[in-house]
């Protein structure tokens, strides 16, 4: 008998949730919470503490806070501190939050080229609808110039982006639905990253609520995060270094190929938020979630009973 695409999603065999099982202990909600928030903490901690040791109190933020290292650095830290936590307290492979080695860099490489086409065909409504406008270079290295920067930044994003998914989606959506039941582990993580982001208007709140529900669909239906590793990768570094427009609230660091500037109301062109605040995004993630659900149906109906 086949089952609807939502449910063959959030079936409690998905290998995402087979793997969180392989852990001796796994944390309750609370713990969970307290834990990802304390990785993240630890993260930034120490860039913070080693900048400062290194070039000195300047009364600013430390200096591996900020631009390029600022996307590795603190990132690549949490990832480290959530690694000691499931190896130590969870006793279970780092491997098993979703980063099996079976076809990573193709699910990678596709990951990428659909978060670059979403963000593509959000920024290309938004200038269609008037919400966006070629903006004066200044000082920013834009067009064939700002290639091998941009990618540059590419590979920062590539840490930053993968950090998140791994705390999220990769370890804790399953482990709490394992601990409960898989429904509350998309729904809380979901939530919880929603709040992470800070959002300040309904619309910021709507987009990223369905960003990190797109994201923790596409990881079901993948049984594995290294898809949405490359999502999330190519979703922030498009909107900041290939079109110049900011990313969740902030300013894009480094050269941009295309330099373009919010103009028109707000819901069109995201405003002070960026692309994910318009009412583009809000189609194109809310596309993304059907697409994965209609395609996790199809691929239950074609499979052996």
């Not at 099982?21 to 909600?29: A, E, S």
């Not at 290292?69 to 190896?87: K, N, Q, S, T």
């Not at 994003?157 to 959506?173: D, H, K, L, P």
């Not at 601990?179 to 992470?196: C, D, E, W």
């Amino acid at each position: 008998m086949s089952t609807s695409g939502i449910q063959s999603l959030i079936d409690p065999s998905n290998a995402l949730f087979e793997a969180a099982r392989t852990g001796k202990r796994l944390p309750n909600i609370v713990v969970a919470t307290l834990i990802l928030i304390a990785v993240m903490a630890v993260g930034f901690a120490i860039t913070g503490i080693a900048g400062r040791l290194i070039y000195g109190d300047t009364g600013d933020t430390a200096p591996l806070m900020e631009g390029y290292y600022g996307y590795i650095i603190p990132f690549a830290l949490i990832i480290g501190a959530l690694w000691v936590w499931v190896r130590v307290y969870e006793r279970r492979r780092f491997a098993s939050i979703g980063l099996g080695a079976g076809g990573a860099l193709f699910k990678y490489a596709v990951g990428l080229a659909v978060g670059f086409g979403m963000v593509a065909v959000t920024v290309g409504l938004m200038c269609i609808s008037g919400g966006v406008a070629l903006e004066p270079a200044g000082d920013v290295v834009t067009g064939v110039a700002a290639v091998g920067g941009s990618l540059l930044v590419l590979m920062g994003f590539g840490v930053q982006g993968a950090s998140e998914e791994i705390i999220t989606r990769g370890w804790y959506m399953p482990v709490l639905g394992v601990r409960y039941r898989p429904i509350t582990g998309v729904i809380v993580s979901t939530v919880l990253f929603a709040g992470l982001h800070a959002p300040t208007q309904p619309v910021y709140i709507v987009n990223l609520l369905l960003f990190g529900l797109f994201l923790a669909l596409y990881a079901l239906r993948e049984g594995t995060i290294w898809g949405i590793c490359g999502w999330h990768t190519a979703w922030n570094w498009s909107m900041g270094n290939v079109f110049g427009l900011k990313i969740s609230g902030h300013d894009p660091f480094g050269d941009t190929i295309i330099n373009l500037q919010a103009t028109g109301h707000p819901l069109l062109s995201g405003g002070e938020f960026g692309p994910e605040g318009s009412l583009w995004a809000t189609l194109v993630l809310a596309t993304g979630i059907v697409t994965v659900i209609l395609s996790a149906r199809k691929r239950d109906r074609v499979s052996p009973v």
